[in-house]
C-alpha cells in the first residue's frame, strides 16, 4: 500500500533538499512559528478576500504581535531566513505576503536605507510596531521599466518646503496607508528625490484600482498629488538620486524572486494534495504517469529556484550580492513559477478554474509576481548586459 501521511512521506512539502536545515536551530523554529500562525490566520481566510477584493484589517494587529517586520536589520536574522519567511507568507496568502513586501520591503526599506538618524528614531518605531502603515510610491500611469530617467512626478523646492505634483499608479496599499514614500523629480537639478508624505495632506488622494485578475487582496492605487506641500524635515535625508532609489530596489528584487518560490511552493502543495486525494477510474490520480510527471516538473522548479535564492542570500549576507544577480534570479524564478502554476492547475482539471479549490487563485496570483518588481524581460537584459558589455535597453 502506498504511503499517506506526513510522516511516511518526508518529501511532501517540497523540501526536497533540505534547505531549512542550513538555518539555525533558533531560526528554524522561528520559521516554524510563523508557518503554523500563517495556517492558522491566514490560509482559513485568503481565498474569501481574494474574491471579494477587501483586505483584512483585522489581521493588522495580529501580525503586530507576530513581529515580522525588518527581520534583519532590525532582529539580526539572516538574509535566508528572511527569504525563507517571504516565501512561507506567499505560500499561505501571495497578497499578504504583498502587503508585507510593500510595508516592510519598500517602504521600510526606504526608510532604512535613505533617511538620517534623526527620521529613523522618529518613524521607525511606529513602522515597526504597524501602527503605521506605508507605501512605496514610485510607478506612475505612464512610467514602468523606463520611471528611472522618466520620472513625471515633480518637486518643487518653495522656501521650507516642498511641493509635489504628479501622479502614481499601482501602489500599494495606499487607499489606507499612513504614509507614502514618494518618489519625484526635482525640478532644480533633475534627479529623483524621496518624500514621506502623510496620506491626509490637503492635495493627496488615493482611488482604489478595480476589476485585477491578480492579488485581488492588495489594494492597489492611483495616486494624485496636486500641490501637496511637504516640510523639508520629510525629505528622505539621503535619497538625493535613482541610484539611491535602486538600493532599496535591489534588496526587494531578490525578495519578490522569493515570492515566486512561494507561489511554486503552494502550487506544489495544493496539486500533491489534490493528487492523493482526486479518485479516477476507481484510483489517485497520482497513480498516473503524467501527473507524477506535472508533480515531479513543480518540485524540479521550486527546489532549483530555491537553491539558486539560497545561494543569492549567502551572497547578500556577504555584501556581494550584484544588481545583476538579483534579476536574473527574479527573471529565472518567476518564469519557472509560471509553468509550475500552469502544470498544478492542469493536474486539477475543471477544478482548477474555481478558487475554491485553491489553485486558480495560485495560478492568477502568478501573473502579477511575473511583472512587478522589474518585468521579466527587462530583468533579462540587465543579466544580459552583464554578461556581454552590451546594453540591449534603449
Given at each position: 500500500?502506498?504511503?499517506?501521511?506526513?510522516?511516511?512521506?518526508?518529501?511532501?512539502?517540497?523540501?526536497?533538499?533540505?534547505?531549512?536545515?542550513?538555518?539555525?536551530?533558533?531560526?528554524?523554529?522561528?520559521?516554524?512559528?510563523?508557518?503554523?500562525?500563517?495556517?492558522?490566520?491566514?490560509?482559513?481566510?485568503?481565498?474569501?478576500?481574494?474574491?471579494?477584493?477587501?483586505?483584512?484589517?483585522?489581521?493588522?494587529?495580529?501580525?503586530?504581535?507576530?513581529?515580522?517586520?525588518?527581520?534583519?536589520?532590525?532582529?539580526?536574522?539572516?538574509?535566508?531566513?528572511?527569504?525563507?519567511?517571504?516565501?512561507?507568507?506567499?505560500?499561505?496568502?501571495?497578497?499578504?505576503?504583498?502587503?508585507?513586501?510593500?510595508?516592510?520591503?519598500?517602504?521600510?526599506?526606504?526608510?532604512?536605507?535613505?533617511?538620517?538618524?534623526?527620521?529613523?528614531?522618529?518613524?521607525?518605531?511606529?513602522?515597526?510596531?504597524?501602527?503605521?502603515?506605508?507605501?512605496?510610491?514610485?510607478?506612475?500611469?505612464?512610467?514602468?521599466?523606463?520611471?528611472?530617467?522618466?520620472?513625471?512626478?515633480?518637486?518643487?523646492?518653495?522656501?521650507?518646503?516642498?511641493?509635489?505634483?504628479?501622479?502614481?499608479?499601482?501602489?500599494?496599499?495606499?487607499?489606507?496607508?499612513?504614509?507614502?514614500?514618494?518618489?519625484a523629480r526635482d525640478l532644480d537639478d533633475n534627479q529623483v528625490k524621496a518624500f514621506m508624505v502623510d496620506?491626509?495632506?490637503?492635495?493627496?488622494?488615493?482611488?482604489?484600482?478595480?476589476?485585477?485578475?491578480?492579488?485581488?487582496?492588495?489594494?492597489?492605487?492611483?495616486?494624485?498629488?496636486?500641490?501637496?506641500?511637504?516640510?523639508?524635515?520629510?525629505?528622505?535625508?539621503?535619497?538625493?538620486?535613482?541610484?539611491?532609489?535602486?538600493?532599496?530596489?535591489?534588496?526587494?528584487?531578490?525578495?519578490?524572486?522569493?515570492?515566486?518560490?512561494?507561489?511554486?511552493?503552494?502550487?506544489?502543495?495544493?496539486?500533491?494534495?489534490?493528487?492523493?486525494?482526486?479518485?479516477?477510474?476507481?484510483?489517485?490520480?497520482?497513480?498516473?504517469?503524467?501527473?507524477?510527471?506535472?508533480?515531479?516538473t513543480m518540485l524540479g522548479n521550486t527546489v532549483s529556484s530555491m537553491g539558486l535564492m539560497v545561494r543569492?542570500?549567502?551572497?547578500?549576507?556577504?555584501?556581494?550580492?550584484?544588481?545583476?544577480?538579483?534579476?536574473?534570479?527574479?527573471?529565472?524564478?518567476?518564469?519557472?513559477?509560471?509553468?509550475?502554476?500552469?502544470?498544478?492547475?492542469?493536474?486539477?482539471?475543471?477544478?482548477?478554474?474555481?478558487?475554491?479549490?485553491?489553485?486558480?487563485?495560485?495560478?492568477?496570483?502568478?501573473?502579477?509576481?511575473?511583472?512587478?518588481?522589474?518585468?521579466?524581460?527587462?530583468?533579462?537584459?540587465v543579466a544580459g548586459r552583464a554578461i556581454t558589455g552590451i546594453s540591449a535597453i534603449v
Amino acid at each position: 500500500m502506498a504511503p499517506t501521511s506526513q510522516a511516511e512521506l518526508p518529501y511532501a512539502d517540497g523540501d526536497f533538499f533540505a534547505f531549512e536545515s542550513l538555518l539555525s536551530a533558533k531560526e528554524r523554529d522561528r520559521l516554524h512559528e510563523v508557518r503554523e500562525w500563517l495556517a492558522a490566520n491566514v490560509r482559513p481566510i485568503a481565498v474569501d478576500c481574494w474574491n471579494r477584493a477587501e483586505f483584512p484589517h483585522a489581521l493588522i494587529p495580529r501580525l503586530a504581535e507576530l513581529d515580522v517586520v525588518s527581520p534583519v536589520r532590525r532582529q539580526g536574522h539572516s538574509n535566508l531566513l528572511a527569504g525563507l519567511l517571504h516565501a512561507e507568507f506567499t505560500r499561505a496568502d501571495a497578497s499578504i505576503a504583498t502587503f508585507m513586501g510593500v510595508h516592510d520591503g519598500l517602504f521600510t526599506g526606504s526608510l532604512e536605507l535613505l533617511t538620517s538618524r534623526d527620521q529613523q528614531e522618529e518613524w521607525l518605531p511606529d513602522v515597526y510596531s504597524l501602527r503605521k502603515i506605508g507605501a512605496f510610491g514610485l510607478t506612475e500611469p505612464l512610467g514602468g521599466s523606463d520611471v528611472a530617467g522618466g520620472t513625471r512626478t515633480t518637486a518643487r523646492r518653495d522656501g521650507s518646503s516642498w511641493v509635489l505634483n504628479g501622479a502614481k499608479r499601482w501602489i500599494g496599499n495606499a487607499t489606507f496607508s499612513d504614509w507614502v514614500v514618494v518618489y519625484a523629480r526635482d525640478l532644480d537639478d533633475n534627479q529623483v528625490k524621496a518624500f514621506m508624505v502623510d496620506t491626509s495632506l490637503e492635495g493627496y488622494s488615493a482611488t482604489k484600482i478595480e476589476n485585477k485578475i491578480s492579488l485581488r487582496t492588495v489594494q492597489n492605487a492611483d495616486i494624485t498629488l496636486e500641490n501637496v506641500v511637504v516640510p523639508e524635515e520629510f525629505k528622505l535625508a539621503h535619497a538625493n538620486s535613482f541610484r539611491d532609489t535602486n538600493r532599496v530596489l535591489k534588496a526587494t528584487r531578490l525578495s519578490v524572486a522569493w515570492q515566486a518560490v512561494g507561489l511554486m511552493m503552494a502550487a506544489f502543495d495544493v496539486a500533491r494534495q489534490y493528487s492523493v486525494e482526486r479518485l479516477q477510474f476507481g484510483r489517485p490520480i497520482a497513480s498516473f504517469q503524467l501527473v507524477q510527471d506535472h508533480l515531479v516538473t513543480m518540485l524540479g522548479n521550486t527546489v532549483s529556484s530555491m537553491g539558486l535564492m539560497v545561494r543569492l542570500s549567502q551572497l547578500a549576507e556577504d555584501g556581494r550580492a550584484r544588481d545583476e544577480q538579483s534579476a536574473l534570479a527574479k527573471a529565472f524564478t518567476t518564469a519557472r513559477m509560471r509553468e509550475s502554476v500552469a502544470l498544478g492547475r492542469a493536474i486539477l482539471g475543471g477544478n482548477g478554474i474555481v478558487t475554491d479549490f485553491g489553485m486558480a487563485k495560485v495560478f492568477a496570483d502568478a501573473e502579477a509576481v511575473y511583472s512587478y518588481e522589474g518585468t521579466h524581460e527587462i530583468n533579462t537584459l540587465v543579466a544580459g548586459r552583464a554578461i556581454t558589455g552590451i546594453s540591449a535597453i534603449v
